[in-house]
Protein backbone atom coordinates (compact mmCIF):
# COMPACT_ATOMS: atom_id res chain seq x y z
CA UNK A 1 0.00 0.00 0.00
CA UNK A 2 1.65 3.52 -1.07
CA UNK A 3 1.62 6.38 1.33
CA UNK A 4 -1.30 8.34 -1.05
CA UNK A 5 -3.83 4.74 -1.14
CA UNK A 6 -6.52 5.56 1.46
CA UNK A 7 -6.77 3.02 4.51
CA UNK A 8 -9.33 0.90 5.15
CA UNK A 9 -11.70 2.86 6.76
CA UNK A 10 -11.55 5.12 3.80
CA UNK A 11 -11.83 2.51 1.34
CA UNK A 12 -14.42 1.10 3.24
CA UNK A 13 -16.74 4.02 3.96
CA UNK A 14 -16.26 4.84 0.38
CA UNK A 15 -18.17 1.88 -0.63
CA UNK A 16 -20.13 0.63 2.34
CA UNK A 17 -23.44 1.91 1.60
CA UNK A 18 -23.02 0.10 -2.08
CA UNK A 19 -22.70 -3.04 -0.36
CA UNK A 20 -25.35 -2.64 2.06
CA UNK A 21 -28.32 -2.15 0.33
CA UNK A 22 -30.41 -6.18 1.30
CA UNK A 23 -32.58 -6.10 4.05
CA UNK A 24 -31.00 -9.61 4.57
CA UNK A 25 -28.07 -8.29 4.89
CA UNK A 26 -28.75 -5.54 7.00
CA UNK A 27 -30.80 -7.36 9.06
CA UNK A 28 -27.98 -9.96 9.92
CA UNK A 29 -25.51 -6.96 10.60
CA UNK A 30 -28.06 -5.55 12.70
CA UNK A 31 -28.34 -8.27 14.83
CA UNK A 32 -24.59 -9.55 14.54
CA UNK A 33 -22.41 -7.09 15.46
CA UNK A 34 -23.53 -6.67 19.41
CA UNK A 35 -23.05 -10.51 18.83
CA UNK A 36 -18.92 -9.42 17.16
CA UNK A 37 -18.50 -6.54 20.67
CA UNK A 38 -18.95 -9.52 22.59
CA UNK A 39 -17.09 -11.89 21.32
CA UNK A 40 -14.52 -9.32 20.82
CA UNK A 41 -14.33 -8.42 24.61
CA UNK A 42 -15.13 -11.81 25.23
CA UNK A 43 -11.05 -12.64 23.86
CA UNK A 44 -9.43 -9.94 24.64
CA UNK A 45 -10.47 -10.25 28.53
CA UNK A 46 -9.83 -14.27 28.05
CA UNK A 47 -6.72 -14.06 30.51
CA UNK A 48 -8.83 -13.64 33.40
CA UNK A 49 -12.51 -14.60 32.96
CA UNK A 50 -13.58 -18.10 32.73
CA UNK A 51 -12.66 -20.35 30.07
CA UNK A 52 -16.29 -21.11 28.54
CA UNK A 53 -17.06 -17.13 27.95
CA UNK A 54 -13.70 -17.25 26.10
CA UNK A 55 -14.99 -19.80 24.31
CA UNK A 56 -18.33 -17.95 23.61
CA UNK A 57 -16.88 -15.11 22.43
CA UNK A 58 -14.97 -17.11 19.82
CA UNK A 59 -17.63 -18.64 18.86
CA UNK A 60 -19.95 -15.34 18.78
CA UNK A 61 -17.18 -14.44 16.45
CA UNK A 62 -17.25 -17.17 14.28
CA UNK A 63 -21.18 -17.02 13.67
CA UNK A 64 -21.18 -13.05 13.25
CA UNK A 65 -18.77 -13.79 10.36
CA UNK A 66 -20.54 -16.27 9.16
CA UNK A 67 -23.88 -14.85 9.25
CA UNK A 68 -22.55 -11.73 7.46
CA UNK A 69 -20.97 -13.34 4.38
CA UNK A 70 -24.06 -15.17 3.98
CA UNK A 71 -25.92 -11.60 3.99
CA UNK A 72 -23.10 -10.52 1.46
CA UNK A 73 -24.02 -13.13 -0.80
CA UNK A 74 -27.54 -11.75 -1.29
CA UNK A 75 -26.53 -8.17 -2.51
CA UNK A 76 -26.37 -7.13 -6.10
CA UNK A 77 -22.43 -5.82 -5.41
CA UNK A 78 -20.22 -7.71 -3.45
CA UNK A 79 -17.60 -6.24 -1.43
CA UNK A 80 -14.02 -5.85 -2.41
CA UNK A 81 -12.32 -9.49 -2.31
CA UNK A 82 -10.07 -9.82 0.56
CA UNK A 83 -6.05 -9.11 0.64
CA UNK A 84 -5.02 -11.56 2.57
CA UNK A 85 -5.70 -12.32 6.25
CA UNK A 86 -4.37 -9.15 7.86
CA UNK A 87 -6.74 -7.34 5.29
CA UNK A 88 -9.86 -9.61 6.27
CA UNK A 89 -8.71 -8.80 10.02
CA UNK A 90 -8.36 -5.59 9.78
CA UNK A 91 -11.63 -4.69 7.39
CA UNK A 92 -13.33 -6.76 9.77
CA UNK A 93 -12.76 -5.28 12.70
CA UNK A 94 -13.04 -1.39 11.62
CA UNK A 95 -16.21 -2.24 9.94
CA UNK A 96 -17.62 -3.76 13.32
CA UNK A 97 -16.57 -1.58 15.49
CA UNK A 98 -16.19 1.55 13.61
CA UNK A 99 -17.87 1.38 10.06
CA UNK A 100 -21.26 -0.51 10.80
CA UNK A 101 -22.04 2.06 13.97
CA UNK A 102 -21.28 5.01 11.71
CA UNK A 103 -23.21 4.03 9.27
CA UNK A 104 -26.31 3.74 11.29
CA UNK A 105 -25.73 6.82 13.02
CA UNK A 106 -25.41 8.89 10.08
CA UNK A 107 -28.23 7.59 9.14
CA UNK A 108 -27.40 4.85 5.98
CA UNK A 109 -28.95 2.23 7.62
CA UNK A 110 -32.16 3.78 7.71
CA UNK A 111 -32.03 5.06 4.39
CA UNK A 112 -30.92 2.06 2.91
CA UNK A 113 -33.65 -0.35 4.95
CA UNK A 114 -36.14 2.39 3.60
CA UNK A 115 -34.96 1.91 -0.25
CA UNK A 116 -34.74 -1.94 -0.02
CA UNK A 117 -38.49 -1.94 0.67
CA UNK A 118 -39.14 -0.15 -2.94
CA UNK A 119 -36.04 -2.03 -4.85
CA UNK A 120 -37.69 -5.41 -4.65
CA UNK A 121 -41.17 -6.06 -6.49
CA UNK A 122 -43.90 -7.29 -5.02
CA UNK A 123 -45.54 -10.37 -4.97
Avoid at 22 to 27: I, S, V
Avoid at 55 to 61: C, I, P, R, S, T
Amino acid sequence: MSANEPGVLERQWAVYGDVHRDRLNLALHAATVPLFWFGTCALALAPVIPTGWAMAGVAALLVALAAQGRGHRGEARAPAPFRGPGELLARFLAEQWITFPRYVLSGGFARAWREAATDRPRA
